[in-house]
């Protein structure tokens, strides 16, 4: 996908370090489309200095407006480190396929993937930290805030809730098939895009506490990937 041929809309202004120097076509800046990226998962990569040294860490994410929310335990070091006041990298990236070339130099994968930064924020409105936990479930499951116990005073004051605003972010996509060189098209090697679905098995009963309740519609149906058409692959994208 190029950036001819990206959403256009509202869009992220470009920095040094957001502006795409390689495959830069595939730098997109729509805030829509990186929303849709973030709004698809509930995962993410939190890169911060703690002590000096470079770490990263998967975690869960709930976006609410032009903020995504992390919280965790109050001795969390990831926490504490990226709320000193440093500006943290953060990663999501959605998987839509592997790409199955003829020489094995042209494989490659295709994705949309977002990076932004940012400076942590502690939320510590009682009311921002219960919408965040709202905001955290729905990522991962939409209905069950309204099903579950909510946190209770206790529960949020041993919780450390940060923010980080959605003020630099760039997304980058791969899409459409294979980019063989011409000497290699009558390969007698099968070529094409193995596509890239998550798929959830049968949910199992707790064993424990009340058995009465039934299973809800949200738990049936459960996709975490939002129900959209797949976006049209191209010919005209090059190799990762």
Known sequence: MSTENAPQGEAFERTERTTLT????????????????????????????????????????????????????????????????????????????????????????NYRTVVLYGVPEEVTDLEEKRASFKAYADQIVKGRYEDARPPNDKELATTTVMRIPLTEAVAKMRAGPAMDFDKDLDRDCWAGELFVK???????????????????????????????ERQETENTSDNV
């Open 22 to 109: 390689r495959r830069a076509h595939r730098g997109i800046y729509d805030k829509d489309f990186i929303y849709d990226v973030l709004d698809g998962t509930f995962m993410c990569n939190v890169a911060y200095l703690h002590n000096g040294s470079p770490m990263v860490l998967p975690t869960g994410y709930g976006r609410m407006g032009d903020y995504i929310y992390i919280h965790g335990s109050n001795k969390s070091t990831m926490l504490s480190s990226a709320l000193s006041g440093q500006e943290v990298c953060v990663l999501v990236t959605l998987v839509d396929g592997i790409v199955l070339a003829r020489a094995l130099y042209n494989h490659s994968v």
């Open 198 to 228: 998550q798929v959830f098995s049968e949910a199992v009963r707790d064993p424990r506490g009340d058995q009465t309740a039934q299973m809800p519609d949200y738990v049936k149906n459960y996709e975490v990937l939002p129900s959209k």
